[in-house]
């Protein structure tokens, strides 16, 4: 059997039905596909007069749909014939309005009611999403049914079921253009339709939250059971179970919360021990502000024609207040990566991240209005570029660039006038952590400042010959006095070139000679 949804309102969405005669176009066009299946079912009755007897229309089994699945056609087109004549009739009342037109218009409708019950009876035997579709189709016609005949609450269970049914099959559909039509009937049928019925009843709340509370209220026991068949988290009444906070304060402001999964999630969040918590526990709980801000968003969206101005407020006043958690989550997150961090480039990107985060705080609407809050911002950001730019001056330190890290250790210094007013999520930051920068500061200005002099004499006092590669850096004028050292002259030294060496070694050998006549020398 195809998509039930797709086969009625699909059609009807297709065909751009606007004026009654659009409507009565169609059924026309629907009275012949009935037809046609009657024939080809062979469910027509030719003897008139003994019709009730003979007609096997109204007797089609469960046995007959599971052998052929186009008996529970019938069933599904003539429950759509009956509820097109009735929005024709509703058409035509725009112009005309009486009395019989209206119990007709009731009646077509709960005769359309009536044999989409019959749907429901003989696809019993029916699983999956075409199951869930055949429910969602009888209870919009159940709550078009008690919208014209104003039983509200029955309307809003009605409308309720068919939400939360068909935002389950939202949630496991992966066919793009059944995900377009389930979005098509959710925003121009059921969710205008549980408006309607919540400011008759004054009922308050997100359309989430109402039809989970409301679904279970079992005023049309046909349909109920659909219940069973979808996850138990879309229909999940939260606010049943567990005491919610009502009430969010930001600042000197404080608004309601009217959308209970808001509140759960926030209460959840609120819970949580993060004093222990690494930067992946963090990341878990960006993770669940983004939730919260998705939802809202959602709803926002929903809601953005509401006229009340007192919603207004409430919707921006929480916006601001997750925006706000949500920033100073990431940016915590971010100051504990900082701590596992040893390279300074990875760290000093860091710390550009966090300014622009701070950037955005500051943006955020109502803070601009807080004095207290708007200079403490300024001081946290003045203070993490404190902190960005002594990881640059360490960088140039480290690399014996003294005189450039001087300079922006004084320019730190010179521009250090911070100051918190007002507490930041999470213990951030806190004035007597200032106070220890500065301290530390001063400390690295006063070290920066020895080893740049310690530089500066170095390069005076090199040997010339220390290093053959390596040459004094000073100028030559600076260069030590050269003075004269004292010493021993030595005149062998200054003469010994003009020895005649040949005639002094002839003498010595004719000496020896002479020597050797006398016995040991003594006698010639």
Same mark, same amino acid.
């Given at each position: 059997? *195809?998509?039930?949804?797709?086969?009625?309102?699909?059609?009807?969405?297709?065909?751009?039905?606007?004026?009654?005669? &659009?409507?009565?176009?169609?059924?026309?066009?629907?009275?012949?596909?009935?037809?046609?299946?009657?024939?080809?079912?062979?469910?027509?009755?030719? &003897?008139?007069?003994?019709?009730? *007897?003979?007609?096997?229309?109204?007797?089609?089994?469960?046995?007959?749909?599971?052998?052929?699945?186009?008996?529970?056609?019938?069933?599904?087109?003539?429950?759509?014939?009956?509820?097109?004549?009735?929005?024709?009739?509703?058409?035509?009342?725009?112009?005309?309005?009486?009395?019989?037109?209206?119990?007709?218009?009731?009646?077509?409708?709960?005769?359309?009611?009536?044999?989409?019950?019959?749907?429901?009876?003989?696809?019993?035997?029916?699983?999956?999403?075409?199951?869930?579709?055949?429910?969602?189709?009888?209870?919009?016609?159940?709550?078009?049914?008690?919208?014209?005949?104003?039983?509200?609450?029955?309307?809003?269970?009605?409308?309720?079921?068919?939400?939360?049914?068909?935002?389950?099959?939202?949630?496991?559909?992966?066919?793009?253009? !059944?995900?377009?039509?389930?979005?098509?009937?959710?925003?121009?049928?059921?969710?205008?339709?549980?408006?309607?019925?919540?400011?008759?009843?004054?009922?308050?709340?997100?359309?989430?939250?109402?039809?989970?509370?409301?679904?279970?209220?079992?005023?049309?026991?046909?349909?109920?059971?659909?219940?069973?068949?979808?996850?138990?988290?879309?229909?999940?009444?939260?606010?049943?179970?567990?005491?919610?906070?009502?009430?969010?304060?930001?600042?000197?402001?404080?608004?309601?919360?009217?959308? *209970?999964?808001?509140?759960?999630?926030?209460?959840?969040?609120?819970?949580?021990?993060?004093?222990?918590?690494?930067?992946?526990?963090? &990341?878990?709980?960006?993770?669940?502000?983004?939730?919260?801000?998705?939802?809202?968003?959602?709803?926002?969206?929903?809601? !953005?024609?509401?006229?009340?101005?007192?919603?207004?407020?409430?919707?921006?006043?929480?916006?601001?207040?997750?925006?706000?958690?949500?920033?100073?989550?990431?940016?915590?997150?971010?100051?504990?990566?900082?701590?596992?961090?040893?390279?300074?480039?990875?760290?000093?990107?860091?710390?550009?991240?966090?300014?622009?985060?701070?950037?955005?705080?500051?943006?955020?609407?109502?803070?601009?209005? *807080?004095?207290?809050?708007?200079?403490?911002?300024?001081?946290?950001?003045?203070?993490?570029?404190?902190?960005?730019?002594?990881?640059?001056?360490?960088?140039?330190?480290?690399?014996?660039?003294?005189?450039?890290?001087?300079?922006?250790?004084?320019?730190?210094?010179?521009?250090?006038?911070?100051?918190?007013?007002?507490?930041?999520?999470?213990?951030?930051?806190?004035?007597?952590?200032?106070?220890?920068?500065?301290?530390?500061?001063?400390?690295?200005?006063?070290?920066? !400042?020895?080893?740049?002099?310690?530089?500066?004499?170095?390069?005076?006092?090199?040997?010339?010959?220390?290093?053959?590669?390596?040459?004094?850096?000073?100028?030559?004028?600076?260069?030590?006095?050269?003075?004269?050292?004292?010493?021993?002259?030595?005149?062998? &030294?200054?003469?010994?070139?003009?020895?005649?060496?040949?005639?002094?070694?002839?003498?010595?050998?004719?000496?020896?000679?002479?020597?050797?006549?006398?016995?040991?020398?003594?006698?010639?």
């Amino acid at each position: 059997m *195809d998509s039930p949804l797709n086969s009625t309102i699909g059609a009807r969405m297709s065909a751009y039905l606007i004026t009654a005669n &659009d409507y009565k176009k169609q059924r026309k066009r629907l009275n012949k596909k009935l037809l046609k299946l009657r024939h080809d079912l062979n469910l027509t009755t030719q &003897d008139t007069k003994n019709y009730k *007897d003979k007609e096997s229309q109204s007797k089609i089994t469960k046995e007959q749909f599971e052998l052929n699945d186009k008996y529970g056609l019938i069933y599904l087109y003539l429950a759509e014939r009956d509820l097109l004549y009735a929005l024709e009739l509703k058409n035509m009342m725009e112009i005309e309005t009486n009395k019989s037109s209206i119990n007709l218009i009731k009646t077509k409708l709960k005769r359309s009611l009536q044999h989409s019950y019959k749907l429901l009876d003989i696809t019993n035997n029916l699983k999956g999403k075409t199951k869930v579709e055949t429910y969602i189709y009888s209870s919009l016609i159940a709550g078009q049914y008690s919208t014209t005949a104003k039983k509200w609450k029955n309307a809003l269970n009605s409308f309720s079921i068919a939400k939360c049914s068909l935002d389950y099959l939202l949630s496991i559909e992966s066919d793009e253009f !059944q995900k377009t039509l389930y979005n098509e009937i959710l925003e121009t049928l059921i969710e205008p339709s549980l408006n309607l019925s919540m400011s008759q009843l004054e009922l308050k709340g997100d359309l989430k939250t109402i039809s989970r509370k409301y679904s279970h209220d079992e005023k049309f026991p046909q349909i109920s059971p659909v219940l069973k068949l979808i996850d138990v988290e879309f229909t999940k009444d939260i606010s049943s179970e567990i005491e919610l906070i009502r009430q969010i304060k930001w600042r000197n402001h404080s608004a309601e919360i009217y959308n *209970d999964e808001i509140a759960f999630k926030i209460m959840e969040i609120n819970k949580e021990n993060w004093q222990g918590f690494d930067g992946n526990q963090f &990341d878990c709980l960006i993770t669940k502000w983004l939730q919260i801000l998705e939802l809202h968003k959602l709803d926002n969206e929903k809601n !953005q024609d509401d006229d009340d101005l007192d919603q207004v407020q409430n919707r921006a006043i929480l916006l601001t207040y997750v925006n706000y958690n949500l920033l100073f989550t990431k940016l915590k997150r971010d100051l504990l990566l900082i701590g596992q961090l040893k390279d300074k480039k990875d760290i000093i990107r860091l710390f550009s991240g966090i300014i622009i985060i701070i950037e955005e705080l500051k943006e955020l609407p109502g803070v601009y209005n *807080d004095e207290e809050l708007s200079e403490s911002l300024e001081s946290l950001e003045k203070f993490y570029k404190a902190k960005k730019n002594v990881e640059i001056a360490e960088c140039y330190q480290i690399n014996g660039r003294y005189k450039e890290s001087l300079k922006i250790y004084k320019y730190i210094l010179d521009d250090f006038d911070i100051n918190y007013k007002t507490q930041f999520p999470f213990e951030l930051s806190t004035n007597e952590e200032i106070a220890i920068f500065k301290q530390q500061l001063k400390s690295k200005l006063l070290q920066n !400042q020895i080893n740049s002099q310690f530089e500066l004499s170095k390069g005076f006092e090199g040997y010339t010959i220390e290093n053959m590669n390596k040459y004094p850096s000073g100028p030559i004028i600076n260069l030590t006095k050269l003075q004269p050292i004292q010493c021993k002259p030595v005149l062998f &030294d200054i003469g010994y070139n003009y020895i005649n060496y040949n005639s002094v070694n002839r003498k010595n050998e004719n000496q020896i000679e002479t020597e050797k006549k006398g016995f040991f020398g003594l006698f010639k």
